[in-house]
């Protein structure tokens, strides 16, 4: 993966530069161009994806970064940021989401081939953290106590509240991570099938909670929600 590869930033002036959600959101959608800006972005990726648990940036292994600064930002008291940060629960499954697209819309065979490790330890990923919340949900909360309170595409620390607008406590599950978890799981089975007989066993059980719990009008809606059971409403 020695190249020179290319990826969108997220936003000038301020978020110019490398957040996991932003560019594999872009990717995907300009995947009807080429996959080349795919390809670059899950190379981007891959090559800082988790490899040990490190508290302090919320690294875990498998897991896709947040967001890439050029040194450590205090933007308050209580939020620091270091200059890798893996605080989002949602660009994993998004990193695998992309890959299978980008397969279907004609990534190199090869090329897919090359990323399957990385998916494979995205799925572990997704499902160790399925199982630690004993629901089979994909949850988050920040563990560093200055990280971001919110990690989803909605991430201010007052953005996620009840229907009565008391604010939600940690840990959280969005809808919508839900459904990227379920398509992530059956696209992630569905290369590991295409590549290898056995792979698609290794992904066994991820997103049945979410097939589950959420009629499909639920899981194709566009605002954020939490999930039943959590006093949340539209």
């Known amino acids: 993966m020695g190249r020179t590869d290319q990826f969108l930033a997220a936003g000038a002036p301020w978020y110019l530069t490398l957040f996991g959600r932003d560019a594999l959101w872009a990717a995907r959608m300009l ?8 390809a670059g972005t899950l190379r981007t990726l891959a090559r800082r994806q ?8 919320e690294e875990q292994p498998g897991k896709i970064l947040h967001e890439v600064l050029r040194t450590t930002q205090q933007f308050s008291g209580t939020l620091i940021l270091p200059p890798v940060y893996y605080g989002t629960i949602d660009a994993t499954p998004l990193w695998i989401i992309l890959l ?4 279907r819309w004609g990534l190199a065979p ?3 081939e090359q990323f399957l490790p990385h998916a494979e330890a995205a799925l572990s990923w997704m499902r160790e953290q399925s199982d630690a919340s004993g629901d089979g949900f994909l949850k988050y909360v920040d563990q560093t106590g200055r990280g971001l309170a919110n990690q989803g595409w909605k991430d201010h620390d007052d953005s996620i ?3 009565d607008g008391l604010l939600a406590a940690s840990p959280i599950a969005l809808c919508e991570v839900q459904a990227y978890a379920y398509e992530a799981a059956r ?3 569905a290369l590991l099938r295409a590549f290898g007989p056995a792979g698609s066993r290794r992904v066994g059980g991820l997103g049945r909670a979410t ?3 959420f009629p499909q009008a639920v899981l194709g809606a566009g605002l954020p929600r939490l999930l039943p059971g959590r006093r ?3």
């Not at 995947?31 to 795919?38: D, E, S, V």
């Not at 299978?100 to 397969?103: G, R």
């Open 187 to 189: 696209g992630g089975a």
């Open 100 to 103: 299978h697209d980008a397969c």
């Open 161 to 163: 509240r009840h229907r």
């Open 31 to 38: 995947l009807p161009l080429g996959t080349k800006l795919a």
């Open 211 to 213: 097939g589950h719990a």
């Open 50 to 57: 988790g490899t040990h648990t490190d508290p302090t940036t």
């Open 110 to 112: 090869e090329e897919v």
């Open 232 to 234: 949340v409403g539209p």
